[in-house]
């Protein structure tokens, strides 16, 4: 269960980001409300994750997800450029958190 309680904290944690993007500097209030939710949501679910994931993996898998989510809904759907670089550091983050994943004695 806890698997899935990370699941559900990346997926708020990507929305948040998103209505966060939509809300111009929290200057439009839905979007600026649905930061507020989402985010809420998202750190209730992360918090209930921890309880059987180490904070070392489950912070590094949350935050790499949600890397490659968010610069993916950049790409796609906020028009943000993409580059060799770019890609090469997504990766980079990709390969730590799996570097992370391998070298964790408690799992």
């Not at 929290?26 to 904070?55: E, Q, S």
């Not at 490659?68 to 060799?84: P, R, S, V, Y």
């Amino acid at each position: 269960m806890e698997w899935i309680y990370l699941g559900l904290a990346i997926i708020f944690e990507t929305l948040g980001t998103t209505c966060m993007k939509l809300s111009d500097g929290f200057t439009k209030m839905l979007p600026a409300l649905g930061t507020l939710i989402t985010y809420g949501l998202c750190f209730a679910f992360l918090a209930k994750a921890l309880t059987k994931i180490p904070v070392s993996v489950a912070y590094a898998i949350w935050g790499a997800a949600g890397i490659l989510i968010i610069a993916a809904i950049g790409i796609f759907f906020f028009k943000e450029t993409i580059n060799a670089l770019k890609i090469f550091s997504i990766l980079f983050i990709v390969l730590g958190v799996i570097g992370l994943n391998l070298s964790s004695t408690t799992h």
